[in-house]
């Protein structure tokens, strides 16, 4: 151990692998995710608590901006919290849906098949609300707030695939209802809804493909 302005830091090493070993890593975790879709259609079959507990752990290992880990996860599984969260969120959607969007977004989400109805929010046996916190409890000062917990998604996500369970992002917009539900302090911010579990028994998604790498990437 050493000292850093003070501040204490241990020794960090990773295990040098052969490179065949790197690029088989590399190889396998892509095509694992690349089988990831989004789906609508939730069985409720249970999911342990404990899975949850791993998965958020897992989301919270995400780099956050000078560590400051301005997330809180907040996993659902009471039926009634889940029928409110649902009630609110369709009064949304359907506002959504019937006013608030535009003919183009209305046709580019029709491949989805989506619609203001949303009675995964219900069937899922869980549901991961994230929040975003803007400032810590006493107001201290966090930074690169939304890339942080962007990223800790990110991570939460892969981890749900990880584990042979399925998510859907959900952001009904707005979100404030979530807030309100589950009586988040002030400096809270509902960022993402994650309905988890196991696919429904007879799961249909869209056909879709995803960009080559070289419509993606630039390597320079």
């Known amino acids: 151990m050493k000292l850093i302005n003070d501040y204490p830091h241990i020794s960090y090493e990773i295990p040098i692998l ?3 070993i790197v690029q088989k890593r590399a190889f396998d975790y892509y095509q694992q995710l690349d089988c990831r879709r989004t789906i609508r259609d939730f069985s409720d079959k249970p999911v342990p608590k404990s899975v949850i507990e791993d998965l958020i752990l897992t989301a919270s290992s995400a780099p956050s901006g000078a560590h400051k880990q301005p997330w809180t996860f907040c996993a659902i599984e009471a039926p009634s919290v889940k ?5 609110a969120a ?4 359907y506002e959504s849906y019937t006013h608030r969007m535009s003919e183009q977004w209305l046709k580019d989400l029709a491949p989805i098949g989506t619609d203001w109805e949303k009675p995964f929010l219900e069937t899922a046996p869980w549901l991961i609300v994230i929040f975003a916190q803007a400032t810590g409890l006493q107001r201290e000062k966090h930074y690169y707030v939304q ?3 962007g990223i800790a998604c990110g991570f939460l996500i892969a981890a749900i695939h990880n584990a042979g369970l399925a998510t ?4 009904p917009s707005p979100m404030n209802f979530l807030k ?3 009586k988040r302090p002030d400096n809270e911010r509902p960022f993402l809804l994650l ?5 429904a028994d007879d799961v249909f998604v869209p056909k879709l493909t995803r960009k ?3 419509e993606m990437a630039v390597f320079y």
């Open 18 to 20: 052969p490179i065949e």
């Open 83 to 87: 029928t409110a969260i649902r009630v």
């Open 90 to 93: 369709e009064k949304e959607e």
């Open 147 to 149: 890339e942080s917990v």
């Open 168 to 171: 859907l992002t959900h952001t």
């Open 180 to 182: 309100t539900v589950l």
């Open 195 to 199: 309905p988890v579990g196991y696919p």
């Open 212 to 214: 080559s790498l070289a």
